[in-house]
């Protein structure tokens, strides 16, 4: 939203946070910050040139809704919420894939440029997933009036994840018939219908689910892969046998028990479920941190606090399923260690965000104060909504408000300017006004 951007361009603070994320030498401290506020400066420091920037804070709540604050006040797309993944590493029968969809799609766009900034938490940060280099070679461009083998792009997408249907319901799913394929790739948000004139793609469109009728023709699709275990199964089986001729020492026979059961599931046509493989299919792993220029921590207390408790519980997970047998040596890498966290952070760290830094080692190429005041959410009060504003209008402060719908804000915006106040319902305003009060559409 330009409103909030023009605003930030006033504030000398942030324009000294904006030279900050410019500095690879040592990190600076933004501090008087409450969560709202944080999200208006992390809107505009999207764009500051130094992107895409990566945004850890304390937990996946609160990474949430700073994600949605942030595209809130920026009026679009600016922030992707970077999920952690319930690891599954022992045996499973099934396995939600919603969560690594997202994280490959957030790691998709942040590869190609589409998006400026990620969320995240520790826990998400330090989980290890596909290399940009993996994501890029197994992703698929098609183009109307290309060619090809239409059985042969099907395998393709297969051995990238997808799983065929007889009709497409949600992401990760394909279904061909005749010469028609429909795909929903992760990193788009509605299905895609591909028609086949012989081999020459005659024509591709975006369908609806519900009635499975085509909407906008498009001319280009690049699809994502789906998983983050890339390898079918005979190659997998063939991975398994050779980690089987290492193993030795304590709890090896269970081990290697278990991994003759899960070659023969494979040579059954079975799908092995959950992430126990990852170290198999991605032998050369990155992190989010791996496809991000910068690094601003939010409540840097807060996310050693948690960083520790994730490692703590990953160390005791591990520790369990290899005396069970259930993982082995080889079957070990799904995180970051400590100090390669700590690298990672450090190399590419350029503001905190938070009143204080707490602990030794830190240290800080500027202090940035600033001076925010947070009030209390309206109710939905009139009266009590007229007391506040005065106060501010009666200052020469410029006010924005969210009402929620179009309707509301228009009812609002009327209801004031009756009892005086200078009120506009102005969706698409870029320039705040001393004492007026602009009311917008949306909610925080």
Known sequence: MEYFSKLAQNLPEFVRAE???????????????????????????????EAPVLVITKS???????????????????????????????????????????????????????????????DSAIQLTLSKKQIREN????????????????EKLVGAGFARFDAVEGRGQMSARGSILDIFPVNSDRPVRIEF??????????FEIETQRR????????????TELLCGGEELAEKIKELISKQKGKNSDKAIKKLNRDIERLKGGLTLMGDKYFPLCCEKPESIFDYVKTIVVCENTGCNENLRAAFAQHTEELKTLFEEGTLCKGLDLYCLTKGEYAEKLHEKLRLYLDNFIRGGGIELDQIIPMQANSVSLWGGEYAVLKEQLSDYTDGGYSVAIFAGTEKAGKTLAEDLTADGFRADYSPNSNKPVKGVITVLPGML
Do not use: Q
């Open 19 to 49: 030279k900050a994320m410019k500095n690879p030498s040592r990190p600076s401290l933004v501090t008087g910050l409450a969560g709202i506020h944080k999200a208006h400066l992390l809107s505009r420091l999207a764009y500051c040139g």
């Open 197 to 206: 004139w012989d081999d020459e793609i005659d024509r591709m469109s975006y």
């Open 60 to 122: 996946e709540a609160d990474a949430a809704k700073l994600t949605a604050d942030i595209n809130t006040l920026s009026g679009k797309e600016t922030a992707l919420l970077f999920p952690a993944k319930d690891m599954t590493l022992g045996d499973a029968e099934a396995v939600s894939g919603d969560y690594t969809r997202k994280r490959i799609e957030v790691l998709y766009r942040l590869s190609e440029g589409s998006i400026p900034m990620a969320v995240c938490s520790p």
């Open 139 to 154: 992703s698929v461009t098609l183009r109307k009036g290309t060619e090809h083998d239409l059985p042969h792009l099907v």
């Open 215 to 226: 909407t906008d023709d498009i001319d280009e699709i690049r699809i994502a892969p789906n």
